[in-house]
C-alpha cells in the first residue's frame, strides 16, 4: 500500500523561504514520476511542479522553488523560496506510477499524500 506524507508547512513572512518534505512508502521514488500541487481556499487544484525524467515547474513559481529527490530516504522535497502572499495554499505531493517525463495534470497523478499547509503573511 502506498503512502504519502508530507510535512514542512507552516506560516511564514513574505520573502521567506520553506521545504516541504514528501515522505514515500509502499512505493520506490526513483521509479516514479513525482508531483506537487496546491489548492488555495476557492480555487482549483493547481499544478506546481513535477520531477520525472527533469523537472519542470509552473510559471508562476519558475526560479523560486525546487524539486529534488532523496533516493535513500526515499523522499522528495519542495524548496520555496522568496514565498509571496499568493503562494499560501494547502500544498499536496504527488505520485504516478511510473516515472516519465512532464506530467502537469492531477489526472495523471495515482496517489496523494493528505496534504500540508502553507500561510504566507505579507
Known amino acids: 500500500q502506498v503512502h504519502l506524507v508530507e510535512s514542512g508547512g507552516g506560516s511564514v513572512q513574505a520573502g521567506g523561504s520553506l521545504r516541504l518534505s514528501c515522505a514515500a512508502s509502499?512505493?520506490?521514488?526513483?521509479?516514479?514520476?513525482m508531483g506537487w500541487f496546491r489548492q488555495a481556499p476557492g480555487k482549483d487544484r493547481e499544478f506546481v511542479g513535477s520531477?520525472?525524467?527533469?523537472?519542470y515547474y509552473a510559471e508562476s513559481v519558475k526560479g523560486r522553488f525546487t524539486i529534488s529527490r532523496d533516493s535513500a530516504k526515499n523522499t522528495v522535497y519542495l524548496q520555496m523560496n522568496s514565498l509571496k502572499a499568493e503562494d499560501a495554499a494547502v500544498y499536496y505531493c504527488a505520485a504516478r506510477a511510473l516515472r516519465v517525463g512532464v506530467s502537469t495534470s492531477s489526472a495523471e497523478y495515482n496517489y496523494w499524500g493528505p496534504g500540508t499547509q502553507v500561510t504566507v503573511s505579507s
Open positions: 509502499g512505493l520506490t521514488i526513483s521509479l516514479n514520476t
Open positions: 520531477d520525472g525524467w527533469g523537472t
